[in-house]
């Protein structure tokens, strides 16, 4: 399993990024999650997605602001991610488990991260 983080950089308040997952030698209904990780914090849950059926789950700070997706090849999942505010910069994180969880602990492969700041 490998997976490639892509699309952080800097944006101003009430900008907009696309965060992009690309994901390689992975069954074909396994999950893939965005985590995010803030200097001094723990790893937090932003959204996961199910490749195969599309279900979605998201984190209460970021619904209706954030949009996960994946592409119809099921290669790649998508992180939209709109409104943004500065408690929102942090080291971004996707990551492939077996369940729909928000639970880092749930997710055994990760990629590397790619830092999204954004400044007020």
């Known amino acids: 399993v490998q997976l490639q983080a892509s699309g952080g950089g800097l944006v101003q308040a009430g900008g907009s990024l696309r965060l992009s997952c690309a994901a390689s030698?992975?069954?074909?209904?396994?999950?893939v999650g965005w985590f995010r990780q803030a200097p001094g914090k723990e790893r937090e849950f932003v959204a996961t997605?199910?490749?195969?059926?599309?279900?979605?789950r998201y984190a209460d700070s970021v619904k209706g602001r954030f949009t996960i997706s994946r592409n119809n090849a099921k290669t790649m999942v998508f992180l939209r991610m709109d409104s943004l505010k500065p408690e929102d910069t942090a080291v971004y994180f996707c990551a492939a488990g077996s369940f729909l969880s928000s639970r880092f602990d749930d997710y055994g492969a990760w990629g590397q991260g790619t830092q999204v700041t954004v400044s007020s």
């Open positions: 997605i199910n490749r195969s059926s599309g279900v979605t």
């Open positions: 030698g992975m069954i074909f209904s396994i999950n």
